[in-house]
C-alpha cells in the first residue's frame, strides 16, 4: 500500500460528459502529481501541484483542471469527454517533489462510451 | 523541454536469462530514478540515482548512472517470473517528474 488514495477505482461515462477523479495523497507529502496512460502508452505527465499551488505543467489539454486543496487532496476535473479520453489516470505525491521518489495510487481507470 | 528516451519498448526473455534496458538523454541530468509496474498495477519506486559513475544493487537488480549523467540502465541478472511488468525511468525537469517510454519484460518460465 503506497499511502496514496485515488477514488473511484473504476468510471464509465458518456462522451461530452464531466468527470471528478480524487486523489488523496500520503500523509506529510506536499506534491501531487497526475499522469494519463492509455493502452500501451508510458505515463504522461499532466500537471504538479505543490501545497496548494500549481507547480509544473504538462501537455494537459485545455478540457482539463487540477487543484489541490487546503488538506492537500487533489482533484482532476475532465470535461466534454471522448473517447480517446479513455486511460487509467494516476495520482502520485512525493514529499517535496522535485529530487524525491513518488508514490502512485492504484489509479481510476476512465472508460467513455 | 527534456526528454528521455529508453529502449527497447518491449523484452522477451527466457527466464534465467539477463534483461537490461537502457535510458538516454540529450542533456545532463541531476539524477534519474527507476520505477517498476507490474501487469495492472501502479508504478513502484525502485531507487535513485544522483552521483556521476554511480552503481546501486538490489539483489538481482544492478543500476548505473553514466559518467556523463546522460544516460542510465537497468540490468537484472537470472531473470525470474515475478520480474515480469514495465520498468519506467524518470528524470525531473523542473518540478515535472517525466517519465521514459518503458520497457515491458515478459519472462517466458
Known amino acids: 500500500d503506497s499511502g496514496v488514495t485515488q477514488t473511484p477505482k473504476h468510471l464509465i461515462t458518456a462522451t461530452g460528459q464531466r468527470v471528478t477523479l480524487r486523489c488523496s495523497p500520503r500523509?506529510?507529502?506536499?506534491?501531487v502529481y497526475w499522469y494519463q496512460q492509455s493502452l500501451d502508452q508510458g505515463l504522461q505527465f499532466l500537471i504538479q501541484?505543490?501545497?496548494?499551488?500549481?507547480?509544473a505543467k504538462g501537455n494537459i489539454l485545455e478540457r482539463f483542471s487540477a487543484q489541490q486543496f487546503p488538506d492537500l487532496h487533489s482533484e482532476l476535473n475532465l470535461s466534454s469527454l471522448e473517447l480517446g479520453d479513455s486511460a487509467l489516470y494516476f495520482c502520485?505525491?512525493?514529499?517535496?517533489?522535485?529530487?524525491?521518489?513518488?508514490?502512485f495510487g492504484q489509479g481510476t481507470r476512465l472508460t467513455v462510451v | 523541454g527534456q526528454q528521455v528516451m529508453q529502449i527497447p519498448q518491449y523484452q522477451h526473455v527466457q527466464e534465467g536469462e539477463d534483461f537490461t534496458t537502457y535510458c538516454n538523454s540529450s542533456?545532463?541530468?541531476?539524477?534519474i530514478q527507476w520505477y517498476k509496474q507490474r501487469p495492472g498495477g501502479h508504478p513502484v519506486f525502485l531507487i535513485q540515482?544522483?552521483?556521476?559513475?554511480e552503481v546501486k544493487k538490489q539483489k538481482r537488480l544492478t543500476f548505473q548512472f553514466g559518467e556523463a549523467k546522460k544516460n542510465s540502465s537497468l540490468h537484472i541478472t537470472a531473470t525470474q517470473t515475478t520480474d515480469v511488468g514495465t520498468y519506467f525511468c524518470a528524470v525531473n525537469q523542473g518540478g515535472k517528474l517525466i517519465f521514459g517510454q518503458g520497457t515491458e519484460l515478459s519472462v517466458k518460465p
Open positions: 542533456t545532463t541530468l541531476s539524477n
Open positions: 501541484y505543490y501545497n496548494g499551488e500549481e507547480r
Open positions: 540515482l544522483v552521483k556521476s559513475g
Open positions: 502520485a505525491s512525493s514529499a517535496t517533489g522535485g529530487n524525491t521518489e513518488a508514490f
Open positions: 500523509s506529510g507529502d506536499l506534491s
